[in-house]
């Protein structure tokens, strides 16, 4: 079995005024190459963007990239002629294939604070696609909710990778089946404190597992937590 452990207080961590973010994994001027990627899990970055500030114009290509916002509102626009807002409990993906330029911009009153995760692609140079879909928190209280396959709706990336989350009281216990036994799965804590396959994490921990038989999650709190299955 391979387990990696990544404490909060370990991630790299920039502030740049308008923009507060943190990365699980090497990202702009943090690097470790210790942590590079968990699979195709590329990058995990926890970024809380101010009112009226946000990300100018840029470029991506041959990334899968998916946005989960955790609190507020954030525009997207592209060169697609996509204009689109993402609120709390949506999630955005972007297939960006041979290249796309978009902004991302925080119009609203408050701060928003949100997940940016690149994965690798399947298939390089693929015709840039982009979706986006409102999640049912209901629907993912006590039970594991999918949020990103590459397989089925609702959203669909080019990866064979599943992303999926849960909302769980405290005392609650699950599990979880891996979907492809060769793959791994990245637990990313959002909120709360829970112990996956015997390992404690606290907010904003993230835990790698390789394992091919279902892995148990107990709750010691209430809790918010996401796989990455990569």
Same mark, same amino acid.
């Given at each position: 079995m391979e387990k990696i452990i990544h404490k909060a207080e370990t991630r790299g961590h920039q502030n740049h005024g308008w923009l507060n973010t943190y990365h699980t994994f090497s990202f702009a001027n943090y690097y470790d190459p210790e942590r %590079?990627?968990?699979?195709?899990?590329? /990058?995990? #970055?926890?970024?809380? &963007?101010? @009112?009226?500030?946000?990300?100018?114009? *840029?470029?991506?290509?041959?990334?899968?990239?998916?946005?989960?916002?955790?609190?507020?509102?954030?525009?997207?626009?592209?060169? %697609?002629?996509?204009?689109?807002?993402? /609120?709390? #409990?949506?999630?955005? &993906?972007? @297939?960006?294939?041979?290249?796309?330029? *978009?902004?991302?911009?925080?119009?609203?009153?408050?701060?928003?604070?949100?997940?940016?995760?690149?994965?690798y692609p399947q298939e390089k140079n693929i015709s840039p696609t982009y979706n986006q879909h409102q999640f049912v928190v209901a629907e993912a209280k006590g039970k594991w909710q999918t949020l990103v396959n590459g397989e089925e709706t609702p959203l669909k990336i080019n990866q064979n990778a599943k992303v999926s989350r849960i909302f769980l009281e405290k005392g609650e216990d699950v599990s979880y089946y891996p979907n492809n036994a060769s793959y791994g799965s990245y637990f990313f804590l959002v909120e709360g404190n829970v112990r996956v396959d015997g390992v404690e994490l606290n907010r904003r921990d993230g835990l790698g597992l390789k394992v091919n038989s279902s892995m148990k999650i107990e709750a010691l709190d209430k809790s918010y937590l996401i796989n990455f299955e990569v």
């Open positions: %590079m990627h968990f699979g195709n899990l590329r /990058v995990i #970055n926890d970024d809380t &963007v101010e @009112s009226h500030r946000g990300f100018g114009k *840029h470029p991506h290509d041959n990334m899968e990239i998916v946005t989960i916002v955790l609190e507020g509102e954030l525009t997207h626009e592209d060169s %697609m002629g996509h204009k689109q807002a993402i /609120v709390e #409990n949506e999630v955005q &993906v972007m @297939s960006a294939g041979t290249g796309i330029f *978009h902004s991302e911009f925080n119009h609203s009153e408050k701060p928003v604070s949100l997940l940016q995760v690149w994965i």
